[in-house]
């Protein structure tokens, strides 16, 4: 076992507890960068002045009507910027742009003494526009040739050889669209200058590092002339990864160009319409099979809404691409990657980060092959599992083919799956316009940046004199109960009780150079690095406490902040500990450090071991659908997932189930629509509230919901045993698409190919089930006509595309 | 008159300088109650609910949830409000509210900003007063006919009677809500000398006459219906508002500043619930909520409508008056109280009038009522046609907006229709009665074939569009289907 997996006596990680600020957040009086507003003085207020339009070359700004506005301070524009105009790492993302990119860009900001005046200033700011060409939906920049950024191609084998050697051969299309963060907490910076000019942002950022950078470049300074901070976040789930560095570096500016603290905070609809989401993709296909129905080969083309700038569309791309194959294993493949370019905010980091992309794309075709092949989806799946010795497309070996069959069994029989479909078979018999189905699914989720680079992690733990501890890392925390495992790991590796140990805001300059915490990297990163900290700290302590016991150092264990010399009695309390070794002169502050090892890749093959490991999961989920209306309720799903040796339970099994649930509110209810029309409001984001666009609520929660943890489940290399957990359970909920699917299907004759638009709202599930009754295989059915009317046309090429492919068409053996 | 000020988890906090559209969530925060958030600033998320004191419905005073980014501070004048950083007792500042205590232990909480919303809903649910666990109900005596007040342990409801409706305007992004459910459905009952439990005992906070004027506007308040009617004869650009759920979205999302504002949500003709001989009259700013609890089931097809009309945090605030004057064609009432045949009553400084609801609405969010009018109550006659349905086509099950909405009231005896009323929302620019399906149904013998042509009727009834909630198609496919499916549960019923 490594040293890095071992657990000593007694640890903390794996204590089942609650989130560290839990107290706090019931009370109300956990802290969030809005909140400080309130307790600061003469703070100002922006507004964005956005342009509502898709796209044009800005002619003119006449900033003095909004001057005249009692209240309004200052209007900030391009022309103040004293460094770089560009709020992004790649260098196509424009503070204060000259053309507006899409409805909704913000060109100037606006400055108030209360947020009323900076509102009433932005609406006086006057914009012209010479106005150009849109491009807004997925189609139009795939038909137009309007892409960006690099265009991947992953190949293994042969792939032509492969389908031409194939026993049945289906090819098809999807298209999905974009899914909004909806983090409840929305955007927010809050700027100030201390005495020596320093500026000092809190941010909701998951990369203080990267806000700092920005924040640094757009007010002409080194980056030890800015510190940022993060005390917490309202959610993040990626979509505070790259975009709030922007927002940061204008209160910055503000506060830089005044002299006074400035706060910006977008409320839900500058949210929505200003800040990027998941990608929608757009995929085409082709699969070959053998005569048992083994994938041989797999031919697609994976196009991502990368909207107006790059931001991380580039590897959002190539994480879909290497996640395309799930659990199975493709033989022979060519799977190219592009990222269009369109008139749209610019798409970015959402959990998963075009993992699930790549992951729905397989699993629609497994599920509209398998009545084509004559096979029950489950029984198609599990055929085509990764076995050992099996290398991914992109040549990593997939060295724990075990555990997908482990998950998916364990899934199973905790679900009563097989009596339970037997129970859906006689309930489908006996009820005529209500089907149920119940669909298994499995993840395989790549743990690591694909870039290799930003694999690291730091730490800065202090011991004072009195016997606490002060832990600082680099990782920031955002729900997903990071904090509450650095604690668990700091305690474990201290060998002290839990309260010894608090945990300070994450701050730019206690860690330097951080990653974002993203990728669901943050506990393994962060976690070993607050390990090796620790570490160092208990190496010197053992020094002295061996002296103080008599023993060797090397047989002084510390274990619940009691120093023992192996078989002795001598004990030697932790605080008595740490106040000998200040009077000894022992430093009792150390900088922890982890790189994950062993890991390689190159961005132009396309090949490499990217992954430190992969997590795994199965669900299966029951699904009840009213053939009348489409409507259907989630009625159970059980989850077998695995997180390693778990550090912290409650965390694990929460980050799961809220996991699972937004995956499925990806799946089957968040519907983000667009104006393509040519009328005057062409980009408009037309689910711009949350009176439009709809998260899950309690209706969508399954009404039973049971979530294990895979047991004995040690990960060899990774902190304390266990795996990260932050993305992976998203892609779970694929499972509930499926059994859609599979319930629609039911209400026709069977043995056809249903086809399912994304989001499967209870309208797609309507036509679904129309198309099934029909025991139609392919025709441009009701769906395309209803989707595409009217002035949501953009998102209508969504059905209408998948509708109108000739998705399950021919049999080409 | 005396200075406005609301009592805020038991201090009192003087209203100036707020703007007179500043809401009670910016009053709050801006008084350093952070804990309460803005998510979405329209009331669909529950990050800003709190408490507030009302009169009860069975005992002195109910502490109901609200979206406090939708209500006017100024409406608040002489209330109590309780927020999350209020609920635990007084002087015991680690101590947790046994709500708090559950949604904490459990996992409640990851990111925690909308928590000290789900606090305050779950709050609210813990101290309703018909609240009783399942076991005491079915030990205690046998209920009337009105609804179930702890409800069945369900998907819906805990062994504890909590209803899990009552957190349905509440929004959480990280949980998927099962801990959330698991901390609701552990709560126990107040322990004696919870003062908040206490609270329920004493009167309500009586409403107080108000003019809160900042930079030239004005927010009103008066005691008597006269009153109020003086002032919307004389100020003609008054916006009447009652729980403001509507008028709180245009002030936060559409920046609209009314120069007059009038509250009318507690004036007492405006609050009355009324069986008469051949009718039920139901006041027009009764909340939502009070209506659902004191009907009980005794009108099934609004039983029907309650749960799926919005979020209890809005039903909480929401009244029919508001809902018939905002006059939006997807309104959820419309359809119902068409279906119901319910007529309109009007009152002005003049006298009152009543006018057939299916005669009411004259264009997209307007209406036969004349400036200076105000909506006093709803009248239902009786007795009510036997088989109902209202079917909310919807893409969310819980508080979403529909797509279309349909509402039936039939009478079928000895297997034939004798009546049929047919209200349907979202597929013109008012709420309509389907009298061609109707028309087809009377008369005839309740059958399939009979069903058929009658959905034949409703899937060609008005110009239903398509948008970003549905497509035209399945808007009208829904009609037809929304009475197919009546009309298999009725045979269904039979048949079992």
Avoid at chain 2, 216 to 238: K, N, S
């Amino acid at each position: 076992m490594s040293h890095l997996s071992e657990r000593p006596e007694k640890p903390v990680v794996g204590v089942s507890m609650p989130h560290e600020s839990a107290t706090l957040h019931v009370t109300g009086t956990a802290l969030y960068t809005d909140d400080l507003v309130h307790r600061t003085k003469d703070v100002l207020h922006a507004h964005p002045v956005q342009v509502m339009k898709a796209h044009g070359r800005i002619t003119a700004l006449r900033t003095e009507p909004a001057l005249a506005v009692p209240g309004v301070v200052r209007v900030l524009t391009g022309a103040d910027v004293p460094g770089v105009n560009d709020a992004g790492m790649k260098h196509d993302e424009p503070l204060f742009p000259d053309h507006v990119m899409f409805y909704g860009h913000a060109v100037a900001w606006v400055l108030g003494e209360t947020l009323e005046a900076a509102r009433l200033g932005a609406a006086a700011v006057e914009v012209e526009l010479d106005e150009l060409p849109s491009v807004v939906t997925l189609r139009d920049a795939i038909e137009t040739g309007s892409f960006h950024g690099a265009r991947p191609v992953m190949v293994t084998g042969d792939v032509d050889a492969g389908l031409a050697g194939a026993a049945h051969v289906f090819t098809g299309e999807l298209q999905f669209s974009d899914q909004e963060h909806f983090y409840l907490e929305t955007h927010a910076a809050l700027a100030h200058i201390d005495e020596a000019g320093q500026v000092f942002v809190q941010s909701s950022t998951q990369h203080p590092s990267e806000t700092q950078e920005i924040v640094a470049h757009v007010l002409g300074l080194h980056s030890h002339d800015v510190t940022v901070q993060c005390l917490r976040m309202g959610g993040g789930f990626g979509g505070k990864e790259m975009q709030p560095h922007g927002f940061a570096a204008v209160a910055a500016l503000g506060a830089r160009l005044t002299g006074r603290p400035v706060r910006l905070r977008l409320n839900r609809t500058q949210d929505l319409t200003m800040s990027g989401k998941r990608h929608g993709f757009h995929a085409t296909w082709t699969i070959g099979f053998d005569p048992d129905g083994r994938i041989r080969a797999l031919d697609a083309t994976l196009t991502a809404d990368g909207g107006w700038s790059l931001d991380l569309s580039e590897p959002v791309v190539a994480r879909a691409l290497c996640h395309i194959d799930n659990v199975y294993r493709l033989p022979h493949a060519r799977i190219a990657g592009r990222v269009a370019k369109t008139n749209k905010a610019s798409n970015t980091a959402f959990r998963g980060f075009g993992g699930p992309q790549g992951m729905l794309v397989i699993e629609d075709i497994m599920g509209r092959c398998a009545p084509l092949l004559g096979l029950d989806p489950m029984e198609l799946r599990e055929r085509n599992f990764y076995r050992q010795g099996q290398t991914t497309p992109y040549g990593q070996p997939v060295l724990q083919p075990d555990r997908i069959s482990a998950v998916w069994h364990k899934t199973l029989e905790n679900g009563g799956v097989a009596e339970r479909r037997r129970e859906i078979d006689a309930f489908n018999a006996a009820h005529p316009h209500t089907k149920r189905a119940l669909a298994v699914t499995g993840i395989k989720f790549g743990i690591s940046f694909n870039l290799t680079a930003f694999n690291q992690g730091g730490a800065l733990v202090l011991i004072y004199k009195d016997g606490s501890v002060l832990i600082n890392h680099g990782g920031t925390e955002m729900g997903q109960g990071l904090h509450t495992k650095m604690l668990q790991v700091a305690a474990t590796s201290l060998g002290i009780p839990l309260h010894k140990v608090r945990l300070a805001p994450t701050r730019t300059d206690k860690v330097p150079n951080t990653s974002a915490t993203a990728a669901s990297s943050g506990t393994d990163l962060n976690g070993a690095a607050v390990k090796n900290a620790c570490e160092q700290l208990r190496g010197r302590l053992l020094q002295v406490a061996a002296t103080e016991l008599g023993a060797n150092a090397s047989d002084v264990r510390i274990v619940d902040g009691v120093a023992r010399g192996l078989g002795s009695d001598r004990e030697l309390a932790w605080d008595d500990l740490v106040r000998i070794a200040y009077f000894q002169r022992v430093q009792l502050s150390a900088a922890g450090f982890y790189r994950t090892e062993g890991l390689h890749w190159d961005a132009a093959s396309f090949r490499g071991s990217p992954f430190k490991y992969f997590a795994h999961g199965a669900a299966a989920a029951e699904v009840e659908v009213d053939g009348f209306t489409g409507a259907y309720r989630i009625r159970r799903v059980d989850i077998v997932h695995d997180v390693g040796d778990s550090l912290s339970p409650m965390i694990d099994i929460g980050q799961v189930e809220g996991g699972f649930v937004q995956g499925a509110g990806w799946l089957t209810l968040e519907d983000m629509r667009w104006d393509a029309t040519d009328g005057p409001h062409r980009g408009r984001l037309l689910t711009q509230a949350a009176s439009t666009y709809k998260l899950p609520s309690f209706s969508e929660m399954p009404e039973e919901f049971n979530v294990t943890l895979l047991e004995n489940a040690t990960e060899e290399g990774s902190v304390y045993g266990s795996k990260a957990v932050g993305e992976p359970p998203l892609m779970l909920a694929l499972s509930v698409r499926e059994a859609l699917r599979q319930a629609a299907a039911a209400f026709g004759p069977g043995g056809v190919a249903v086809e399912l638009a994304s989001p499967a709202t209870p309208e797609a599930v309507y036509w679904a089930i129309e198309e099934a009754r029909r025991g139609a295989t392919s025709q441009a059915g009701h769906a395309g006509g209803g989707f595409t009317a009217g002035s949501d046309a953009g998102s209508g090429d969504v059905s209408g595309s998948e509708v109108g492919a000739d998705a399950a068409a021919s049999s080409g053996a | 008159m005396v200075a406005a000020r609301i009592t805020v988890n038991g201090e009192e906090a003087p209203l100036t300088p707020a703007a007179t559209h500043t809401t009670a969530l910016d009053f709050l925060r801006e008084r350093g109650l952070t804990g309460t958030k803005e998510g979405c600033a329209e009331g669909e998320c529950g990050a800003c609910s709190v408490l507030v004191a009302r009169p009860g419905v069975d005992r002195p005073t109910d502490w109901v949830a609200v979206n406090a980014c939708l209500i006017p501070a100024a409406a608040l004048d002489g209330q109590e409000v309780i927020t999350s950083e209020g609920l635990a007792p007084a002087g015991t500042a680690a101590a947790l509210h046994p709500v708090q205590e559950e949604m904490a232990a459990r996992g409640g909480s990851q990111c925690g900003y909308c928590t000290p919303g789900f606090v305050c809903s779950m709050a609210a649910e813990y101290y309703r007063s018909d609240r009783c666990a399942h076991t005491e109900r079915v030990e205690g005596a046998p209920q009337d006919g009105g609804a179930d007040p702890a409800g069945s342990a369900d998907a819906e409801h805990g062994p504890n009677g909590f209803d899990l409706h009552a957190l349905s305007g509440n929004l959480c992004r990280c949980t998927g809500y099962r801990p959330i459910r698991d901390a609701a459905f552990a709560v126990g009952t107040p322990a004696d000398g919870d003062p908040l439990a206490q609270r329920r005992e004493q009167a309500p906070p009586a409403p107080v006459a108000t003019e809160y004027v900042q930079d030239g506007r004005v927010f009103l308040r008066r005691h008597t219906l006269a009153d109020t009617l003086q002032v919307l004869r004389e100020r003609p650009d008054a916006v009447v508002i009652a729980g403001s759920t509507d008028f709180g979205v245009e002030v936060n999302l559409r920046a609209r500043r009314a120069d007059c504002v009038v509250a009318v949500d507690r004036l007492p003709e405006l609050r009355e619930l009324r069986v008469e001989p051949d009718s039920l009259v139901i006041g027009a700013a009764l909340t939502l909520t009070e209506i659902e609890r004191r009907l009980g089931g005794d009108v099934p097809l609004l039983a029907e409508l309650f749960p799926q009309f919005a979020s209890r945090l809005i039903r909480n605030g929401a009244t029919l008056g508001g809902n018939l004057g905002t006059g939006s064609p997807i309104g959820d009432s419309p359809p119902v109280l068409l279906a119901l045949e319910a007529s309109v009553v009007l009152t002005d400084a003049d006298g009152e009038r009543e006018v057939p609801l299916a005669d009411y609405f004259t264009g997209y969010r307007q209406s036969v009522r004349r400036p200076g009018e105000l909506i006093r109550a709803v009248r239902i006659p009786l007795p009510l046609s036997p088989v109902v349905a209202f079917h909310k086509i919807a893409k969310r099950r819980f508080d979403d907006i529909s797509s279309v909405a349909v509402a039936f009231a039939l009478d079928v005896q000895d297997g034939i229709v004798r009546k049929a009323r047919i209200g349907l929302g979202g597929v013109a620019a008012t709420p309509i009665r389907s009298l061609a399906a109707e028309a087809v149904l009377e008369g005839r013998p309740w059958t399939a074939e009979t069903v058929g042509a009658a959905a034949r009727e409703l899937r060609g009834e008005g110009t239903p569009m398509s948008d970003h909630r549905a497509s035209s198609l399945y808007r009208s496919a829904m009609l037809g289907q929304s009475l197919l499916k009546l009309y298999a549960r009725t045979t269904e019923a039979v048949s079992s």
